[in-house]
């Protein structure tokens, strides 16, 4: 079989392409659409962003309705309540839509927060070194050793319950873990010859940090992100089960859990759509933020 010669349309395209070649984040994001499970949790999970956005303000019932003469009545379309009536006769369907909304912005509110503190955090003691990190890093283990649930009444007693505070609570108690990834990724990335080429060029401390390590971190970053905004959610929903998260109007997954567990024996309805909601979410970003490590992961190329 002869070859086509070097002048041909075909092999200009294959020298071109030799040449151009891919970079690290499109290696990455074709690997990552390549993984089916991660591509499926990503359409699931956008419609469910939607729905929770859009969904309340287009339905026909309102969260707080009270519907005096339908109390605990089972899923039926003949009203228009798909998913049953709660105990206060309201629509099941609307309020696990406007709790979808809530969870989901708790876990984006709280994943920044602790994105923001502990990248900043952890990257300024790994860079810095020495006993300005052996301080941060023992603040670090002495907030650690609070207990959350504590840390959380503490935050209430003082400043009131607030949905808000919920999102700072549970974000400034993540962003522990997120430092010591960072800082840990820091201390490998602070004798790299581009670091000190910085250095060199008389750039200052805080140029270094910003503009050469962080950006380097975006990888397990990203990833641990991804995996942080579930945990968040299950933390949120631990707090409303126990009393201590969204209060009435206002609901959450972990609230109507906490609800439907109360009347699963008369209502089953109440907990099965509440608690397939929520592993539905999670599978979605757990299978997300595993897709997004092995195609970042360098081992697996």
Same mark, same amino acid.
């Given at each position: ?88 006769? *309201?629509?099941?369907?609307? *309020?696990?839509?406007?709790?979808? *909304? ?87 990335? *602070? ?62 997954? /972990?609230?109507?859990?906490?609800? /439907? ?41």
């Amino acid at each position: 079989m002869s070859l086509p010669p070097l002048h041909s349309p075909n092999a200009a395209v294959m020298e071109k392409s030799a040449v151009i070649g891919r970079s690290l984040w499109a290696d990455a994001r074709a690997r990552l659409f390549r993984n089916k499970a991660a591509v499926i949790s990503m359409y699931v999970l956008a419609f469910l962003v939607i729905i929770a956005i859009f969904g309340p303000l287009l339905w026909v019932h309102k969260f707080d309705k009270i519907y005096i003469d339908r109390v605990l009545n089972p899923p039926s379309w003949s009203d228009m309540h798909p998913f049953g009536n709660d105990p206060q006769g *309201r629509d099941l369907f609307v *309020r696990l839509l406007y709790g979808l *909304r809530i969870s989901l912005a708790v876990g984006v509110v709280a994943t920044t927060v602790s994105l923001t503190i502990g990248v900043l955090w952890g990257a300024t003691a790994g860079y810095l070194g020495g006993k300005i990190d052996q301080i941060m890093m023992r603040i670090v283990d002495i907030l650690y050793a609070l207990p959350f649930i504590f840390f959380v009444i503490i935050l209430m007693v003082v400043f009131g319950r607030n949905i808000f505070l919920i999102f700072l609570a549970i974000g400034a108690v993540e962003w522990l873990t997120m430092a010591r990834i960072v800082r840990g990724q820091t201390l490998s990335l *602070r004798k790299k010859e581009y670091i000190e080429a910085a250095q060199a060029a008389g750039l200052s401390t805080f140029d270094i940090i910003t503009k050469h390590i962080v950006p380097n971190l975006l990888g397990p970053v990203v990833v641990y992100v991804t995996l942080t905004i579930p945990a968040v959610i299950l933390q949120e929903s631990l707090l409303s089960f126990l009393g201590l998260g969204v209060q009435e109007p206002m609901t959450s997954l /972990g609230n109507l859990i906490s609800i /439907g567990a109360k009347e699963m024996e008369i209502a089953p309805w109440l907990l099965i759509f509440p608690a397939a909601a929520m592993m539905i979410t999670l599978f979605c970003l757990n299978f997300i933020g595993d897709g997004l490590r092995d195609a970042i992961d360098p081992k697996d190329r």
